[in-house]
Structures are given as structure tokens and as C-alpha cells.
Nanobody
Framework: QVQLVESGGGLVQPGGSLRLSCAASGTDIFSAYVMTWYRQAPGKQRELVAKINPGPASPTTYANSAKGRFTISRDNAQNTVYLQMNSLKPEDTAVYYC??????????WGQGTQVTVSS
């Protein structure tokens, strides 16, 4: 069973930055997982923010709202995935969740971390 723990959320002013971390434990093959950041704002559905695939090139995918502002990265030696968020906007306010997925039988979620962008 993989456990995921997100951290790094908080309150930040518009235009500010935050770096979220998601630390995985309970697996020796973290590098094989597709790691994805999702977010869910109040009253809205959970949406994909950014995804990073396994492999040496680690291809990434971003939601249109995140392109050019957010960067996802992974450190397989530390079993951790990061989300660097710059130029934050009030509409980025949400609970951010980390997901690890290897196949239909191995998909895990963290508990989420709150990001609030407000002046």
C-alpha cells in the first residue's frame, strides 16, 4: 500500500509562489508510477493540474490553466513529486491532491493540502 503525504500549501498573495511536495512511502518502485497533481475548489469537480510520467525523459502534461506558471517535477531517489506554482491567482485556490497511478489496481491518493490565494 502506497501512502502519499502532501505538504507546502498555505496562504499566499496573488502573484506569489508556492512549492507543493508529495512524499510517497510503502513502495520500492516509485519511479514506475505516473504522478499527478489534482485540485478541487469548493463546489467544483476535481481537476487535473499536472502530470509526470515515468521514464528518463519524464514527459509532463499540464492543464491549460497551469501552463507557463506551474512546473511538475519528480525526484525518484526521494520518492517525491513537486509542484512549483508561480504567478498564483485567486482562482488557483483549492485543495491540491497528489495521485500515484501504476495501473487500474494501483492508484493512490494523498489527503490534500490547502492552497489559498488572497490579498
Amino acid at each position: 500500500q502506497v501512502q502519499l503525504v502532501e505538504s507546502g500549501g498555505g496562504l499566499v498573495q496573488p502573484g506569489g509562489s508556492l512549492r507543493l511536495s508529495c512524499a510517497a512511502s510503502g513502495t520500492d518502485i516509485f519511479s514506475a508510477y505516473v504522478m499527478t497533481w489534482y485540485r478541487q475548489a469548493p463546489g467544483k469537480q476535481r481537476e487535473l493540474v499536472a502530470k509526470i510520467n515515468p521514464g528518463p525523459a519524464s514527459p509532463t502534461t499540464y492543464a491549460n490553466s497551469a501552463k507557463g506558471r506551474f512546473t511538475i517535477s519528480r525526484d525518484n531517489a526521494q520518492n517525491t513529486v513537486y509542484l512549483q506554482m508561480n504567478s498564483l491567482k485567486p482562482e488557483d485556490t483549492a485543495v491540491y491532491y497528489c495521485n500515484a497511478n501504476r495501473d487500474i489496481w494501483h492508484s493512490y491518493w494523498g489527503q490534500g493540502t490547502q492552497v489559498t490565494v488572497s490579498s
